[in-house]
């Protein structure tokens, strides 16, 4: 029992230091534990020290004036508790660096910019035909990239070409969804 309460003092104090000026506590050296009388109870002086040891370590940390430099973040003492450290393991370029590491057709422009103009088909190699905003058009094949999002072509069918993109959820992970474009949507429509 005695063995713990010494060792409790010893770790308040321990943990407590840091903050109080130790010139009073560590005045006077620490009395060995008295031994038992020889009736075996033990005497009551040691635990009223230690409490009035512990009062006055308390009454030190009270009277501490707490300056602005307290607060001040640093990385060795003084660590902001409410700052988030997700940042470190994230990597943001990732995404960026990936879709522009891959080369597409018509990069300048997203994929509701472009229409598909026509579709070749009746050979091992089918071909497709968009054309951009500015009346440009491009043959395209099975594998390439196409628009700002690079959508990759899977499939090029007789009536439409079938996309495609990557989509980022928002737990950060990503799926793949298909999207397929038709060569002349308003005649479909009728």
């Known amino acids: 029992m005695r063995r713990t309460q010494l060792s409790l003092l010893l770790f308040v104090g321990i943990i407590l230091s840091p903050w109080g000026d130790n010139s009073a506590v560590h005045a006077a050296p620490p009395k060995p ?23 006055q370590r308390l ?13 001040n973040e640093t990385d060795d003492a003084n660590r902001d508790p409410f700052r ?17 590491a891959v080369p597409s057709i018509f990069g300048k422009f997203s994929l509701e910019e472009l229409a598909l103009i026509a579709v070749i088909t009746g050979d091992a190699n089918p071909r497709a035909m968009f054309r951009d905003p500015s009346g ?35 737990g950060g992970e990503t799926r793949a969804l298909e999207k397929a474009i038709l060569v002349n949507p308003e005649g479909a429509e009728k």
């Open 59 to 71: 009454t030190i940390l009270r009277r501490k004036v707490l300056r602005d430099e307290d607060f």
């Open 84 to 100: 988030s450290f997700l940042g470190i393991f994230t990597d943001r370029g990732s995404r960026a660096s990936i879709q522009q």
């Open 33 to 55: 534990p008295a031994k038992p009388a020889a009736g075996g109870a033990a005497p009551a002086a040691p635990a009223a020290a230690k409490a009035e040891a512990l009062q």
């Open 136 to 170: 440009l058009g491009q043959v395209i094949k099975r594998g390439d990239y196409l628009s700002k999002s690079g959508a990759r072509v899977t499939k090029i069918l007789s009536d439409r070409v079938v996309l495609e993109l990557a989509e980022v959820a928002s």
